[in-house]
């Protein structure tokens, strides 16, 4: 069955040839009934993975390289770091993840390497996409506390306050949220933030051989994760912040906890100091490692102590008060290098500053409601449904068929201890959100991933990544 | 009813007294939020007008499908399309924010990229095309992001349905 080349140019046919001879080329009629035929036709779109630099044109390059450095592809392409000769395999190209475990979960990352230097990198995600936001539409308002809550897993009380306030504002009732249920929402997004940063110690130190530093930091976070088990009944993943207030009021000693955590955490927060801040080799490690400028930062959509570590001052709490923030007092940590050194530094000091804002709560946490007293969100206490019939019905309709939410668009944003975590919800008068965004910091962060390392070893590629601190929950949704 | 000023606009003068208008596009107000609707065209130059003005930073990109409420309010002279990408930007020197809301037809959901002149939009682009198929153009690498690169339609859209596609990975054995 030998084919000769001649044979098989005999084959080919011309187009023209092709409509003569009457060949349908078509490959599926679309139906016009539906509108498939438009969705999947822009379905091919190409590899997501990182092209060898002999595939990639030097257009695509430069742009790549140039862009967010507000470059032109001239001046990009004195920055040296195109092999002479392209073709010529100067480089390699090798694969970091997904099952990496510095990687934070299931980050994947392309590395084109020449020798120990890192060119060019790409982060490629998905692998813990699991749609939430599309659940999130099919969930009531009520409902989606326990959706948002799992998309960063790490500051799910942060995630569930940026939808409450979100759903509150579009159903109007965003000033009328009790007192104590805010500042209770405060305690706990602040408990939270100390939760989070505490863990990106652990992470961080472990990644860069600081190994004990792991079992400190699960230690330290873990006496938080205990409050919040006391007060929401779960360690993560609490469903605690709900639209209209809370879902249960602070259990009875509950200040006794929060003055624990206080006075457990400062002497094992200098313990942190003396096992890596002052020593010279964390110093070394970390010090101009994965440096990023201010106008680097702000163009690629930073927030957090990434955007801070440039010495840019800003902060959600400070700058667009939300909650009761306006009321305390608290300082912006802010860095001056941009580096991974300078993110390590700001969360320590935010972990002070949380505490000095915990202390001025629970001063400051006023008797009262924990939720708001409208019978459209608020279903009837328990007691009440056992001798009336309508708070029965009642209760049974908001937890089957939710509150209706007045038609609207609404964006709220609130300070994770990731960065600027947003909430998109478009309603269109029905129970369940008609669409719902998270605009997750870690998401847009991991953007700086591919300008921290351009140009660093790949030695220093595990300190970058640990230093943006992502949450792949959260980048994935 | 005083009688509309001879010069305004004709829309502006009967429906809302004021109708401000930003870069000559249509502002509504949502719960206290500003509003801009900008048509396709000038959509990039709306958003460049706006960085000159302060709004430097892009914070938020997303799509919205709205194949299930077409006749959602908006405000006079906007026309409503099916998809609408709305974004977020961002003006740290006075703290304020804006919103704009594109209308993209069903036909041709094609919109101009804000990459050059916001890069941080490059991931959220692709999850707006990998969730409705809004392409954008002189966009460095609009692949898919979140699922799969051979995966079928785009799952945020309305016609989508939930869980009704069998799950397809590469190499998978059938």
């Given amino acids: 069955m030998a084919t000769t080349s001649e044979e098989l140019t005999a084959t080919t046919l011309t187009g023209a040839e092709v409509a003569a001879a009457g060949i349908d080329l078509a490959v599926d009629a679309p139906d016009p009934g539906t509108n498939y035929h438009l969705f999947v036709a822009a379905t091919d779109e190409g590899e997501q993975t990182l092209k060898p630099r002999s595939q990639t044109k030097a257009k695509e390059l430069m742009r790549e390289v140039g862009s967010v450095l507000r470059m032109s592809e001239a001046e990009a392409a004195l920055l040296g770091d195109i092999p002479d000769d392209p073709d010529e395999d100067q480089t390699m190209i090798i694969n970091m993840g997904p099952q990496h475990p510095s990687t934070h979960g299931v980050l994947r990352l392309m590395l084109e390497l020449q020798g120990e230097t890192v060119l060019r990198c790409k982060p490629i995600i998905g692998y813990l996409h699991t749609g939430m936001e599309k659940t999130g539409e099919q969930l009531t308002y009520l409902q989606g506390g326990t959706n948002v809550t799992r998309m960063d897993y790490l500051s799910p009380l942060n995630n569930e306050l940026a939808f409450s306030m979100a759903t509150e504002k579009l159903l109007g009732i965003d000033g009328d949220i009790p007192e104590r249920a805010t500042w209770i929402r405060m305690l706990l997004s602040e408990l939270n933030r100390i939760a989070s940063h505490l863990l990106f110690m652990a992470t961080n130190g472990m990644d860069l051989g600081a190994v004990s530093m792991m079992i400190y930091g699960w230690r330290e976070r873990e006496e938080v994760l205990r409050f919040f088990q006391e007060v929401t009944g779960l360690r993560m993943n609490h469903n605690y912040i709900r639209p209209g207030g809370l879902a249960a009021d602070l259990p009875a000693g509950w200040r006794d906890g929060v003055l624990q955590i206080l006075d457990m955490l400062p002497p094992r927060l200098d313990e942190y100091d003396t096992l890596m801040t002052g020593q010279p080799i964390w110093r070394e490690r970390l010090q101009g490692v994965g440096v990023i400028t201010p106008n680097e930062a702000l163009a690629l959509g930073a927030t957090g102590p990434i955007l801070r570590s440039t010495g840019v001052e800003w902060d959600l709490r400070r700058d667009e008060p939300y909650l009761h923030y306006d009321e305390l007092e608290f300082g912006v940590v802010v860095g001056s290098y941009g580096d991974a050194f300078d993110r390590y530094a700001i969360r320590l000091a935010e972990i002070r500053e949380s505490m000095e804002l915990v202390r001025q709560i629970v001063e400051r946490i006023p008797p009262g409601d924990y939720r708001i007293q409208d019978k459209k969100v608020t279903p009837p206490p328990r007691a009440r449904i056992d001798e009336s019939m309508e708070a029965l019905i009642h209760h049974f309709k908001i937890f089957t068929e939710g509150f209706k939410v007045p038609e609207g668009e609404v964006y709220v944003s609130v300070e994770s201890p990731r960065g600027e975590l947003g909430c998109y919800i478009a309603s269109d008068g029905g129970p369940n959100p008609y669409r719902i965004h998270m605009r997750d910091p870690s998401f847009v962060n991991i953007q700086c991933l591919p300008h921290m390392m351009r140009g660093g070893l790949v030695a220093d590629a595990v300190a970058i990544i640990s230093s943006v601190d992502p949450v792949l929950g959260g980048v994935d949704r | ?174």
């Fill in chain 2, 1 to 174: 009813m005083t009688d509309a000023p001879t010069d305004a606009v004709p829309d502006a003068a009967d429906g809302q007294p004021e109708a401000p208008l930003i870069h000559g596009c249509v502002v509504g107000d949502s719960h206290g939020q500003v509003v801009v609707h900008p048509d396709r065209d000038r959509y990039l130059d709306v958003v460049r007008a706006l960085d000159d003005e302060g709004y430097t930073m892009c914070v938020d990109l997303c799509g919205v499908d709205y194949l299930e409420f077409p006749d959602r309010t908006l405000p006079v002279g906007v026309r409503p399309e099916r998809f609408e990408v709305v974004v977020n930007l961002l003006d740290l020197a006075n703290r304020r924010r804006i919103r704009l809301r594109v209308q993209v037809p069903e036909e041709f959901p094609v919109v101009a990229s804000l990459f050059d002149l916001h890069p941080g939009t490059e991931a959220m682009e692709r999850e707006v095309y990998d969730m409705f198929g809004i392409s954008f153009t002189d966009h460095p690498d609009l692949t898919r992001i979140l699922m799969p690169e051979d995966w079928e339609g785009h799952p945020l859209r309305k016609d989508y349905s939930v869980g009704a596609i069998p799950v397809q990975f590469k190499g998978a054995n059938a």
